[in-house]
T-cell receptor, first 112, second 111 residues
Framework: KAGVTQTPRYLIKTRGQQVTLSCSPISGHRSVSWYQQTPGQGLQFLFEYFSETQRNKGNFPGRFSGRQFSNSRSEMNVSTLELGDSALYLC???????????FGPGTRLTVT | QQQVKQSPQSLIVQKGGISIINCAYENTAFDYFPWYQQFPGKGPALLIAIRPDVSEKKEGRFTISFNKSAKQFSLHIMDSQPGDSATYFCAASGGYQKVTFGTGTKLQVIP
């Protein structure tokens, strides 16, 4: 089985712009979660989607949003980028009732 | 509020030695405790996990010890190898909460 894929792998944006990141889960996995990883804050949970519905949400501002499509692929969007949004954004997929998460390689976002 | 505390922040171990990483949690609703291994440029990979109904789980050179009353769990890497050099994250989840991660331990195994 192919693993979790994320595109793009690297991204450079300017403060104030918006960005969309994409995640394709492992085949058969319907739950997709997004995390932000920074040296200072570690791995922080953004949100989780299941069957096109947001099931859980972390403590991030409304500039961070996501969605899931009927094929379980997910996107996250960050609007009005700030320098502090520079991070590795990780997507993880899992089966419906499983806590076992499988991570993609991440998208490295740099905001200048 | 940090719900999973991890220590140490970094660890240097000689090849063949035992690496020990500790974590403590607060939320008694947690019922699944995984450990993840992350190499530079990669996403975290699930290494081993335990549920609170057992006190120990071993997979190869990796062992999780779990103390429910103390709300603590630890990862032991026996016969540590240079290839084990990575960042290790403990985590916890349960109830309606998805995974909460510890702050990570950077392990370096020196020859």
């Amino acid at each position: 089985k192919a693993g979790v894929t994320q595109t793009p792998r690297y991204l450079i944006k300017t403060r104030g712009q918006q960005v969309t990141l994409s995640c394709s889960p492992i085949s058969g996995h319907r739950s997709v979660s997004w995390y932000q990883q920074t040296p200072g804050q570690g791995l922080q949970f953004l949100f989780e989607y299941f069957s096109e519905t947001q099931r859980n949400k972390g403590n991030f501002p409304g500039r961070f949003s996501g969605r899931q499509f009927s094929n379980s692929r997910s996107e996250m969007n960050v609007s009005t980028l700030e320098l502090g949004d520079s991070a590795l954004y990780l997507c993880a997929s899992s089966l419906e009732f499983s806590y076992e998460q499988y991570f993609g390689p991440g998208t490295r976002l740099t905001v200048t | 509020q940090q719900q999973v505390k991890q220590s140490p922040q970094s660890l240097i171990v000689q090849k063949g030695g035992i690496s020990i990483i500790n974590c403590a949690y607060e939320n008694t609703a947690f019922d699944y405790f995984p450990w993840y291994q992350q190499f530079p440029g990669k996403g975290p990979a699930l290494l081993i996990a335990i549920r609170p109904d057992v006190s120990e789980k071993k997979e190869g050179r990796f062992t999780i010890s779990f103390n429910k009353s103390a709300k603590q769990f630890s990862l032991h890497i026996m016969d540590s190898q240079p290839g084990d050099s990575a960042t290790y994250f403990c985590a916890a989840s349960g109830g309606y909460q998805k995974v909460t991660f510890g702050t990570g331990t950077k392990l370096q195994v020196i020859p």
